[in-house]
């Protein structure tokens, strides 16, 4: 999306928690935006968070986010957004 993001992550127990993960995230995209002279402020006070607890929501959840972009009129599927990405594949259904 033009003005946000939607991210779905996983972590095991020995992995740093949430709000870190999300801090160290910023921190390396907002390098980036930096180098391409992006106007800051990059973010907005703080953020939502959802704990998925099911493969169910967790599938509803990424149903969500890939049709967000459809809903907002920027591409007719979800499959024809450009910035659209996935590191671990779920199964979606149109």
């Not at 946000?4 to 980036?32: D, F, P």
């Not at 990059?42 to 704990?51: A, C, L, M, S």
């Not at 024809?80 to 259904?93: A, K, M, N, S």
Request: one cysteine or more; glycine letters at 6%.
């Amino acid at each position: 999306m033009p003005d946000h993001i939607h991210l779905l992550a996983w972590r095991n127990e020995e992995s740093c928690g949430l709000k870190n993960w999300i801090k160290g995230l910023k921190r390396v995209l907002s390098i980036e935006l930096d180098k391409n002279n992006n106007v800051r402020p990059h973010w907005q006070e703080g953020f939502f968070d959802h704990v998925l607890r099911s493969s169910e929501s967790c599938i509803e959840k990424s149903e969500y986010i890939n049709k967000n972009p459809v809903r907002a009129g920027l591409c007719s599927s979800y499959k024809e957004w450009p910035y659209r990405g996935i590191i671990d594949q779920l199964v979606i259904e149109d």
